[in-house]
T-cell receptor
Protein backbone atom coordinates (compact mmCIF):
# COMPACT_ATOMS: atom_id res chain seq x y z
CA UNK A 1 0.00 0.00 0.00
CA UNK A 2 0.90 3.63 -0.17
CA UNK A 3 1.27 4.08 3.55
CA UNK A 4 1.22 2.32 6.90
CA UNK A 5 -2.22 0.86 7.49
CA UNK A 6 -3.64 0.08 10.91
CA UNK A 7 -6.82 -1.67 11.99
CA UNK A 8 -9.14 -1.34 13.71
CA UNK A 9 -9.13 2.43 13.66
CA UNK A 10 -11.26 2.53 16.81
CA UNK A 11 -11.79 -0.15 19.42
CA UNK A 12 -13.83 -0.12 22.60
CA UNK A 13 -13.02 -2.99 24.93
CA UNK A 14 -14.48 -4.01 28.23
CA UNK A 15 -12.01 -4.24 31.07
CA UNK A 16 -10.49 -7.70 31.12
CA UNK A 17 -11.04 -8.31 27.42
CA UNK A 18 -8.17 -9.23 25.08
CA UNK A 19 -7.56 -7.02 22.03
CA UNK A 20 -5.45 -7.39 18.90
CA UNK A 21 -4.29 -4.44 16.82
CA UNK A 22 -2.99 -4.98 13.31
CA UNK A 23 -0.34 -3.07 11.37
CA UNK A 24 0.43 -3.35 7.65
CA UNK A 25 3.74 -1.54 7.08
CA UNK A 26 4.84 0.00 3.81
CA UNK A 27 5.82 -2.78 1.43
CA UNK A 28 9.50 -3.64 1.67
CA UNK A 29 10.12 -1.80 4.93
CA UNK A 30 12.34 -3.86 7.16
CA UNK A 31 11.95 -1.87 10.37
CA UNK A 32 8.66 -1.74 12.28
CA UNK A 33 7.90 0.16 15.46
CA UNK A 34 4.96 0.30 17.86
CA UNK A 35 4.27 3.38 19.96
CA UNK A 36 1.66 4.20 22.61
CA UNK A 37 0.25 7.72 22.88
CA UNK A 38 -1.81 8.78 25.86
CA UNK A 39 -4.08 11.80 25.60
CA UNK A 40 -2.10 15.02 25.54
CA UNK A 41 1.27 13.28 25.49
CA UNK A 42 3.83 12.51 22.82
CA UNK A 43 4.13 8.96 21.47
CA UNK A 44 6.15 6.57 23.62
CA UNK A 45 8.17 3.69 22.20
CA UNK A 46 6.91 0.17 22.87
CA UNK A 47 8.81 -2.25 20.67
CA UNK A 48 10.87 -2.65 17.49
CA UNK A 49 11.13 -5.35 14.81
CA UNK A 50 13.73 -5.87 12.14
CA UNK A 51 12.04 -8.23 9.72
CA UNK A 52 10.53 -10.95 11.95
CA UNK A 53 12.99 -10.45 14.80
CA UNK A 54 11.84 -8.44 17.80
CA UNK A 55 15.07 -6.67 18.67
CA UNK A 56 13.79 -4.32 21.34
CA UNK A 57 10.75 -4.70 23.57
CA UNK A 58 11.97 -2.51 26.38
CA UNK A 59 8.99 -0.17 26.14
CA UNK A 60 6.26 -2.74 26.65
CA UNK A 61 4.62 -1.68 29.92
CA UNK A 62 3.77 -5.15 31.23
CA UNK A 63 3.65 -8.81 30.30
CA UNK A 64 0.06 -8.27 29.19
CA UNK A 65 1.47 -6.63 26.07
CA UNK A 66 2.75 -8.87 23.32
CA UNK A 67 3.78 -8.08 19.74
CA UNK A 68 4.66 -10.32 16.84
CA UNK A 69 5.65 -10.08 13.19
CA UNK A 70 5.93 -13.73 12.16
CA UNK A 71 6.65 -13.27 8.44
CA UNK A 72 8.47 -9.99 8.62
CA UNK A 73 5.60 -7.98 7.20
CA UNK A 74 2.29 -7.59 9.04
CA UNK A 75 2.54 -7.08 12.79
CA UNK A 76 0.04 -7.57 15.58
CA UNK A 77 0.07 -5.94 18.99
CA UNK A 78 -1.93 -7.93 21.50
CA UNK A 79 -3.07 -6.69 24.87
CA UNK A 80 -4.40 -9.27 27.30
CA UNK A 81 -6.82 -8.56 30.13
CA UNK A 82 -7.12 -4.90 29.20
CA UNK A 83 -7.24 -2.28 31.93
CA UNK A 84 -8.44 1.30 31.86
CA UNK A 85 -4.89 2.65 31.83
CA UNK A 86 -4.36 0.88 28.51
CA UNK A 87 -6.67 3.42 26.87
CA UNK A 88 -4.52 5.23 24.33
CA UNK A 89 -3.71 5.54 20.65
CA UNK A 90 -1.43 2.78 19.43
CA UNK A 91 0.75 3.91 16.54
CA UNK A 92 2.62 1.68 14.16
CA UNK A 93 5.52 2.99 12.10
CA UNK A 94 7.89 1.54 9.52
CA UNK A 95 11.08 2.50 7.76
CA UNK A 96 13.50 1.04 5.23
CA UNK A 97 16.57 -0.32 6.94
CA UNK A 98 19.13 1.40 4.78
CA UNK A 99 17.38 4.75 4.78
CA UNK A 100 16.51 5.44 8.36
CA UNK A 101 16.11 9.15 7.95
CA UNK A 102 12.36 9.00 8.06
CA UNK A 103 9.99 6.82 9.94
CA UNK A 104 6.49 6.64 8.47
CA UNK A 105 3.55 6.43 10.84
CA UNK A 106 0.09 5.01 10.45
CA UNK A 107 -3.05 6.80 11.61
CA UNK A 108 -3.17 4.80 14.82
CA UNK A 109 -5.64 2.52 16.56
CA UNK A 110 -7.67 4.33 19.23
CA UNK A 111 -8.32 1.97 22.13
CA UNK A 112 -10.80 2.83 24.86
CA UNK A 113 -11.17 0.43 27.77
CA UNK A 114 -14.42 0.79 29.69
CA UNK B 1 19.21 10.27 22.70
CA UNK B 2 19.71 13.86 23.85
CA UNK B 3 16.70 15.65 25.26
CA UNK B 4 15.10 18.65 23.64
CA UNK B 5 13.27 21.66 25.03
CA UNK B 6 10.42 23.33 23.18
CA UNK B 7 7.85 25.94 24.15
CA UNK B 8 4.52 24.25 24.88
CA UNK B 9 2.52 26.47 22.53
CA UNK B 10 2.81 29.23 19.95
CA UNK B 11 0.46 31.30 17.84
CA UNK B 12 1.10 32.56 14.33
CA UNK B 13 -1.01 34.54 11.89
CA UNK B 14 -2.02 32.85 8.67
CA UNK B 15 0.31 33.77 5.81
CA UNK B 16 3.16 34.69 8.12
CA UNK B 17 6.30 32.68 8.75
CA UNK B 18 6.10 30.40 11.77
CA UNK B 19 9.41 30.01 13.60
CA UNK B 20 9.52 27.13 16.07
CA UNK B 21 12.56 27.00 18.37
CA UNK B 22 14.17 23.94 19.90
CA UNK B 23 17.03 23.64 22.37
CA UNK B 24 19.20 20.53 22.35
CA UNK B 25 22.25 21.61 24.31
CA UNK B 26 23.50 18.06 24.99
CA UNK B 27 23.36 16.86 21.39
CA UNK B 28 26.16 14.52 20.36
CA UNK B 29 28.26 14.88 17.25
CA UNK B 30 26.57 12.00 15.47
CA UNK B 31 23.00 12.97 16.33
CA UNK B 32 20.69 14.51 13.78
CA UNK B 33 17.89 16.99 14.47
CA UNK B 34 14.51 15.77 13.22
CA UNK B 35 11.18 17.52 13.10
CA UNK B 36 7.85 15.75 12.98
CA UNK B 37 4.37 17.13 13.33
CA UNK B 38 1.10 15.59 14.40
CA UNK B 39 -2.18 16.99 13.20
CA UNK B 40 -5.13 16.15 15.43
CA UNK B 41 -6.30 12.53 15.10
CA UNK B 42 -3.47 11.61 12.74
CA UNK B 43 -0.13 9.86 13.09
CA UNK B 44 3.09 11.90 13.24
CA UNK B 45 4.39 13.14 9.89
CA UNK B 46 8.05 13.64 9.00
CA UNK B 47 8.95 17.23 8.08
CA UNK B 48 12.71 17.63 7.81
CA UNK B 49 16.00 16.67 9.37
CA UNK B 50 19.59 17.94 9.45
CA UNK B 51 23.00 17.38 10.99
CA UNK B 52 24.79 20.73 10.97
CA UNK B 53 23.95 22.49 7.73
CA UNK B 54 20.74 24.37 7.15
CA UNK B 55 18.19 22.38 5.20
CA UNK B 56 15.17 23.25 3.09
CA UNK B 57 12.48 21.16 1.48
CA UNK B 58 9.00 21.73 0.12
CA UNK B 59 7.52 21.83 3.61
CA UNK B 60 9.94 23.82 5.72
CA UNK B 61 13.42 25.11 6.44
CA UNK B 62 15.65 24.01 9.29
CA UNK B 63 18.21 26.37 10.74
CA UNK B 64 20.80 24.81 13.06
CA UNK B 65 23.13 27.03 15.06
CA UNK B 66 26.86 26.66 14.54
CA UNK B 67 27.35 25.05 17.96
CA UNK B 68 24.36 22.76 17.19
CA UNK B 69 22.83 23.45 20.58
CA UNK B 70 19.63 24.82 19.15
CA UNK B 71 17.61 24.91 15.96
CA UNK B 72 14.60 26.61 14.43
CA UNK B 73 11.98 25.12 12.16
CA UNK B 74 10.55 27.67 9.76
CA UNK B 75 7.22 27.29 7.97
CA UNK B 76 7.53 30.14 5.45
CA UNK B 77 3.85 30.84 4.79
CA UNK B 78 1.74 29.23 7.48
CA UNK B 79 -1.77 28.08 6.64
CA UNK B 80 -4.60 26.92 8.89
CA UNK B 81 -3.71 23.33 7.98
CA UNK B 82 -0.34 23.80 9.67
CA UNK B 83 -2.04 23.85 13.08
CA UNK B 84 -0.50 20.83 14.80
CA UNK B 85 1.88 19.67 17.52
CA UNK B 86 5.47 19.95 16.31
CA UNK B 87 8.10 17.65 17.76
CA UNK B 88 11.83 18.34 17.71
CA UNK B 89 13.81 15.12 18.16
CA UNK B 90 17.51 14.33 18.17
CA UNK B 91 18.46 10.90 16.97
CA UNK B 92 21.42 8.92 15.75
CA UNK B 93 20.75 7.99 12.13
CA UNK B 94 21.91 4.80 10.51
CA UNK B 95 20.72 2.22 12.99
CA UNK B 96 17.49 0.44 12.21
CA UNK B 97 16.62 -0.10 15.85
CA UNK B 98 17.04 3.52 16.70
CA UNK B 99 13.56 4.93 16.87
CA UNK B 100 12.28 8.33 17.88
CA UNK B 101 11.97 9.66 21.41
CA UNK B 102 9.17 12.21 21.50
CA UNK B 103 8.78 14.98 24.05
CA UNK B 104 5.62 17.03 24.45
CA UNK B 105 6.31 19.23 21.46
CA UNK B 106 5.01 22.68 20.59
CA UNK B 107 1.33 23.15 19.85
CA UNK B 108 1.33 25.61 16.95
CA UNK B 109 -1.96 27.39 16.36
CA UNK B 110 -2.37 29.29 13.12
CA UNK B 111 -4.80 32.14 13.53
CA UNK B 112 -6.95 33.30 10.58
Amino acid sequence: GAGVSQSPRYKVAKRGQDVALRCDPISGHVSLFWYQQALGQGPEFLTYFQNEAQLDKSGLPSDRFFAERPEGSVSTLKIQRTQQEDSAVYLCASSPLRQTYTIYFGEGSWLTVV
Amino acid sequence: DAKTTQPPSMDCAEGRAANLPCNHSTISGNEYVYWYRQIHSQGPQYIIHGLKNNETNEMASLIITEDRKSSTLILPHATLRDTAVYYCIVRVSGGGADGLTFGKGTHLIIQP
